[in-house]
């Protein structure tokens, strides 16, 4: 579940999470206020130029609610290229990192990519992101503009190729209203898109399971009882796998909500997460499989000011299904703990 209620899947701060929850359900940061003027459906269109001034046509429709209990902003898209079959989709998560200073936006596609990237905001209200990326082994940059004026929406990316000059590859123009776009994820991968090995590896387990266990809040406090509900499922013809959580600890009040992304990334060569929560958490991860046929997934970064490092070892069994998982952390100057183990049972 997640750092509070921990998923089989996520490598959990579950302590940490529970010492903030202490005080009641934490409320969405006032600094969530400069994404209001997203929210609405949007449909658009305009031009993409690909190295040798090749020009093609797009048109897109998409959707931004607020969700998980405002804390995040959800956006959906689908996007059709003339001239090329099939439709883009992805599905993200805006927000703010507490614990970071800082916007990111969550984003996974049907191309299979899984991704989290900073966000500033540009005096005038533009929406700055640059981002490094890789395709197909070659590294370039990329550099996306957009601009909420009213209802409309102005968005450009450039690129910057290894070589040569920085070129304008998208340039589109949003209006709002249209129907709203909820992406569920159900149709093909872009473009014929594979599913790595690791990902199928990791797509068996999809299913209904109920939690049963224990965690420590922090290092000498008592172990609480937790229990919840996870559903996995693979998503854009299995190149991305989808989870969502429902959970309680004891002692800790509210309703615990979480949505985690996983995918394959090919510079890494492991699986990557992005995780987002109702507690306004936000986090990255990687899992590698081991010999033994174990997920390790290992999270490092800054939790309220302390560096943290926590490792999760997920058990299986032969047909694939979770059935067990424990995580050791390692917050500050503390030494280690056993911050959480669990039992699975798969209900479908």
């Known amino acids: 579940m997640s750092r509070f209620v921990p998923t089989f899947l996520v490598s959990v701060l579950v302590f940490l999470v529970c010492a903030r929850a202490q005080d009641g359900m934490p409320t969405p940061a006032p600094e969530l206020k400069k994404l209001e003027p997203l929210v609405g459906n949007w449909t658009g269109?305009?031009?993409?130029?690909?190295?040798?001034?090749?020009?093609?046509?797009?048109?897109?429709?998409?959707?931004?609610?607020?969700?998980?209990?405002?804390?995040?902003?959800?956006e959906d898209y689908t996007i059709e290229f003339k001239g090329v079959e099939g439709v883009f989709t992805f599905v993200g998560y805006l927000?703010?990192?507490?614990?970071?200073?800082?916007?990111?936006?969550?984003?996974?596609?049907n191309a299979g990519q899984v991704q989290m990237h900073e966000?500033?905001?540009?005096?005038?209200?533009?929406?700055?992101?640059?981002?490094?990326?890789?395709?197909?082994?070659?590294?370039?940059?990329?550099?996306?503009?957009?601009?909420?004026?009213?209802?409309?929406?102005?968005?450009?990316?450039?690129?910057?190729m290894p070589e040569g000059p920085s070129l304008t590859l998208i340039d589109g123009k949003f209006t709002r209203g249209g129907d709203?776009?909820?992406?569920?994820?159900?149709?093909?991968?872009?473009?014929?898109?594979?599913?790595?090995?690791?990902?199928?590896?990791?797509?068996?387990?999809?299913?209904?399971?109920?939690?049963?266990?224990?965690?420590?809040?922090?290092?000498?406090?008592?172990?609480?009882?937790?229990?919840?509900?996870?559903?996995?499922r693979a998503v854009f013809g299995g190149t991305v796998f989808l989870g969502t959580t429902e959970g309680a600890?004891?002692?800790?009040?509210?309703?615990?909500?979480?949505?985690?992304?996983?995918?394959?990334?090919?510079?890494?060569?492991?699986?990557?997460?992005?995780?987002?929560?109702?507690?306004?958490?936000?986090?990255?991860?990687?899992?590698?499989?081991?010999?033994?046929?174990?997920?390790?997934?290992?999270?490092s970064g800054v939790f309220q000011g302390q560096p943290t490092v926590q490792r999760s070892v997920i058990e299986f069994d032969a047909a694939g299904a979770a059935t067990s998982a424990a995580s050791h952390t390692i917050v500050g100057t503390t030494a280690p703990l056993e911050s959480f183990r669990a039992t699975y049972t798969k209900k479908k």
């Open 249 to 299: 600890a004891e002692g800790v009040p509210g309703k615990y909500v979480g949505e985690i992304l996983y995918g394959h990334d090919p510079v890494r060569n492991c699986i990557v997460g992005a995780y987002v929560d109702n507690f306004g958490m936000v986090m990255q991860m990687e899992s590698r499989w081991s010999a033994d046929g174990k997920l390790v997934g290992i999270y």
């Open 180 to 232: 709203a776009v909820a992406v569920d994820g159900s149709g093909p991968s872009w473009m014929g898109a594979k599913q790595h090995d690791a990902m199928a590896k990791l797509c068996k387990s999809a299913g209904v399971y109920e939690t049963k266990g224990e965690m420590v809040q922090a290092p000498g406090m008592p172990t609480l009882k937790i229990g919840g509900i996870d559903t996995f």
């Open 45 to 74: 269109g305009g031009t993409m130029t690909e190295p040798g001034n090749v020009v093609s046509e797009w048109k897109a429709r998409g959707s931004y609610r607020w969700c998980l209990d405002g804390h995040f902003l959800r």
């Open 95 to 109: 927000g703010w990192d507490r614990d970071n200073q800082r916007y990111v936006n969550i984003n996974a596609n």
């Open 119 to 160: 966000m500033k905001f540009l005096p005038d209200g533009t929406v700055l992101q640059i981002m490094l990326q890789n395709q197909q082994g070659m590294p370039y940059a990329e550099r996306s503009l957009f601009k909420v004026t009213g209802d409309t929406m102005t968005h450009t990316i450039d690129m910057l």
